[in-house]
């Protein structure tokens, strides 16, 4: 296929492909499928080898968020049944974080619900970060407290923080749809100022909450032009109990797609399947290893994960390798800092380039998929209870 050569080549030169482009590869057909997978997973192969870098989730505080993000089981007014606590104590945040790093986990990923955290708040996530780098050599440290205010994201990068992630979520179009309590333009803010005092930030989308093809493109190019050196893609995890609970419209097939026109759209960032893998990719798991180079270790924020062991296991059985604390992840150029100033090739998009009057292909239309209830389990393990973490 032209389209997938032409996506290939711009992809080992860090090319921002057109938006035409990018929404072609979602209206691909599944007969094209394991085409799509191949071609996206050179360019995976390219800047990351066949190395996948294991992210571990520690959830600081749980539920009894004021904020109303629709996708969220901590939402105001959630009533999905959630575990629901506050602060971990460093000690306590220190003991999870060390089984994520003893079952592989390279990064340890610090979450609190919430809008945002106070000054306290910040102090007291700067002991966390401090016990755990005390007690795990060489592990990278990533905080996610929500909205940042002016002098927090120093403050955090002083205490020892590698990374700061705030996720985009979905287009500056239909963020309003999918909540009310803050805008997108908070959420770009807080990015920016993670940027600016030199954390590594973290910023992506979560697909199936009602999107169009055209939104999720939208948001993938935002986040190009924002540069993070990661990109979390979720599929929506519907749970009981918030406005998303009955929207089930997410297929294997188009997971994958996704993550290949992420990866397309993104080259050379850290592209990390988040939530819903279990949920969504299900048996596919494997194949989307061929398009993200990190996934999260074992369970997530609010529900439960496939074994952390399994994780390890259908790594080896496609061929990969779990990334050790002594490689580097990002690209050289990358890594050296060298693509943060929001131009060249890996920061140009939104404009120019990427922008194109030519009608888009439109997907064919498909078969809603079956709710799969059954997949999604409430973490009853871990931070916040007296049960061992799975690792
Ligand atoms: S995503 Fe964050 S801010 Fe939004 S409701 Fe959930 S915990 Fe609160």
């Not at 939104?215 to 599929?235: A, G, K, Q």
């Not at 993200?292 to 994780?311: C, M, P, V």
Request: proline share 4%.
């Amino acid at each position: 296929m032209d389209l997938l050569n032409t996506l290939v080549d711009k992809g080992l030169r860090r090319e921002l492909p057109t938006r035409d482009e990018a929404l072609a590869v979602l209206a691909t057909s599944d007969d094209d499928l394991l085409d799509v997978v191949a071609a996206a997973g050179k360019v995976r192969r390219h800047w990351f080898g066949r190395r996948v870098k294991l992210n571990y989730l520690v959830n600081l505080k749980s539920g009894l968020c004021p904020e109303d993000c629709s996708y969220c089981s901590q939402r105001l007014g959630s009533t999905a049944g959630i575990l629901k606590y506050t602060w971990l104590k460093p000690d306590q945040a220190s003991d999870a974080a060390a089984a994520g790093v003893a079952g592989g986990a390279k990064r340890v990923c610090l979450v609190a619900s919430g809008r945002g955290p106070t000054d306290r708040d910040v102090d007291r996530v700067s002991e966390t970060i401090k016990a755990i780098k005390d007690n795990n050599e060489g592990v990278e440290v990533c905080a996610c407290l929500g909205l940042l205010s002016d002098g927090q994201a120093e403050r955090l990068r002083e205490a020892g923080a590698d990374a700061y992630n705030h996720n985009l979520n979905t287009s500056e179009a239909t963020y309003g749809e999918i909540t009310t309590t803050h805008t997108y333009e908070d959420r770009v803010d807080t990015v920016q100022k993670a940027h600016a005092a030199g954390l590594s930030a973290c910023s992506g989308l979560i697909a199936g909450m009602g999107e169009t093809d055209e939104d999720l493109v939208d948001v993938v190019y935002s986040l190009r032009e924002l540069d993070p050196d990661s990109v979390p893609v979720n599929f929506l995890i519907p749970f009981e109990g918030t406005p998303l609970g009955k929207e089930w419209n997410l297929t294997p097939q188009r997971c994958l797609r996704i993550l290949a026109m992420t990866r397309f759209v993104c080259p050379d960032v850290e592209v990390r399947i988040a939530g819903g893998r279990e949920v969504h990719l299900r048996t596919m798991q494997p194949l989307a290893l061929h398009l993200a180079n990190s996934i999260f270790l074992g369970d997530y924020l609010t529900s439960e994960g496939q074994a952390g062991k399994a994780d390890l296991e259908m790594i080896a059985d496609a061929g990969f390798e779990v990334e050790g604390t002594d490689q580097v992840t990002l690209p050289e150029h990358r890594a050296a800092g060298g693509c943060h100033d929001g131009g060249g090739a890996c920061g140009s998009g939104g404009g120019g380039a990427c922008g194109s009057d030519a009608a888009p292909e439109v997907s064919e239309p498909r078969t809603a998929p079956d709710a799969r209830t059954d997949l999604i389990a409430v973490r009853r393990r871990g931070a916040g209870t007296d049960l061992a973490p799975n690792a």
